[in-house]
């Protein structure tokens, strides 16, 4: 042994390396996490079929119970 201290500088590099490598792939991952879910949420059908008698008769109810009062029973709105 020569007395010499190690600086420890090559694994600081190498530990800097992993530190960016692990930063890429983790961001890499969450983005292609997003991408697969933004493509599989654009593909859904929408949730409400306007055409359901069943949801038309509650949008009805609704309505009446809440809205009327203020834009009319048959959708007339009021002035002002």
Same mark, same amino acid.
């Given at each position: 042994?020569? +007395? =010499?201290? #190690?600086? +420890? /500088?090559?694994? =600081? %590099?190498?530990?800097?390396?992993? @530190? *960016?490598?692990? /930063?890429?792939? /983790? @961001?890499? *991952?969450?983005?292609?996490?997003?991408?697969?879910?933004?493509? @599989?949420?654009?593909? @859904?059908?929408?949730?409400?079929?306007? #055409?359901?008698?069943?949801?038309? /008769?509650? +949008?009805?109810? *609704?309505?009446?119970?809440?809205?009327?009062?203020?834009?009319?029973?048959?959708? =007339? +709105? %009021?002035?002002?």
């Amino acid at each position: 042994m020569s +007395g =010499e201290i #190690d600086s +420890g /500088a090559p694994r =600081e %590099q190498a530990a800097s390396h992993g @530190t *960016v490598f692990r /930063a890429l792939l /983790a @961001t890499s *991952v969450a983005f292609l996490v997003a991408a697969i879910a933004w493509s @599989t949420w654009q593909s @859904t059908p929408p949730l409400i079929d306007a #055409d359901d008698a069943r949801l038309l /008769a509650i +949008g009805q109810r *609704v309505y009446a119970e809440h809205c009327a009062s203020c834009h009319g029973a048959n959708l =007339e +709105g %009021q002035p002002a």
